[in-house]
């Protein structure tokens, strides 16, 4: 229970710093200095940086100008929490490792950075997908090769990933070629080469259907209540975190299905 308490902890502290790298890399900015009020652009002090209790004490204002601060901070902070005590429960309930739980719990960072990121300004920051990209690399020589490897077993891992990343990207790809990147951006064609790269070949293709499915109910249920129409765009790149994330847990139960589903 200690450990649980302090992985929800550890979520709302990085929640209020994955907000912080999904807006600088988003608009281009340096992540180093400190954090300031978008309004009157003071630097804010340590006091006024406290996840949720800051928001609460500061009456949701900002400590000089007064300014409205978006409610967006505390939910995203709750948001990261609740994802982060997901993912770890997840991760030692299947693999009972602390090692691959961390690693899990790093994508699901990098996943919350990319999710703010395509929410509020339609950019699936490339930072974040090589960050996404290097994790998946160390995890999948950790799950795969040892310190006696050959360095010719290692190539041959990574370039079939490689393979697989690029055989994932394809039906995205198509699409953003077909439409002249009106249906689909190339943030989400990388993000895809990179699910495919981290998961594997069925789980990645499989990521992407899941994504395209979830994305297709989401629409029809935003047609029916008449917030949107044909013409709505709406960002892909959360479906696709979506299914790669429920690939990461349930790949076993999901292959599972479609075997049976396939007669294989």
Same mark, same amino acid.
């Given at each position: ?128 997908? @090589?960050?996404? &990209? !290097?994790? $998946? ?5 950790? *799950? ?6 050959? #360095? /010719?077993? @290692?190539?041959? &891992? !990574?370039? $079939? ?5 690029? *055989? ?6 198509? #699409? /953003?070629? @077909? ?86």
């Amino acid at each position: 229970m200690i450990l649980i308490f302090y992985i929800g902890l550890m979520g709302h502290i990085m929640g209020s710093f994955l907000n912080v790298v999904a807006d600088r890399l988003s608009n281009s900015q340096s992540l180093l200095g400190r954090s300031k009020c978008p309004k009157c652009l003071k630097t804010l002090s340590w006091k006024h940086l406290f996840p949720i209790i800051s928001y609460y004490v500061l009456k949701g204002k900002c400590a000089f100008c007064k300014a409205p601060i978006s409610i967006k901070y505390p939910i995203s902070e709750i948001f990261t929490s609740a994802v982060y005590l997901l993912t770890w429960t997840l991760s030692i309930t299947q693999t009972g490792s602390y090692v691959l739980s961390i690693f899990n719990i790093l994508i699901a960072s990098v996943f919350i950075i990319m999710l703010f990121s395509d929410l509020r300004y339609r950019i699936i920051p490339d930072e974040a997908q @090589i960050m996404y &990209l !290097i994790i $998946s690399l160390f995890k999948l020589l950790y *799950i795969s090769t040892d310190f006696n490897s050959e #360095i /010719f077993t @290692i190539l041959s &891992l !990574i370039s $079939s990933h490689i393979a697989f990343g690029v *055989i994932t990207a394809l039906p995205l790809l198509v #699409i /953003f070629l @077909i439409t002249k990147a009106r249906g689909m951006g190339f943030g989400d064609v990388k993000l895809s080469f990179v699910m495919g790269f981290s998961l594997g070949f069925y789980q990645g293709l499989l990521s992407v259907y899941l994504a395209f499915l979830i994305g297709g109910v989401y629409a029809i249920f935003l047609v029916y209540l008449k917030k949107a129409g044909r013409k709505t765009m709406i960002p892909f790149g959360p479906f696709l975190l979506i299914g790669a994330y429920i690939m990461m847990f349930f790949e076993d139960n999901i292959l599972s299905f479609v075997r049976q589903f396939l007669f294989l």
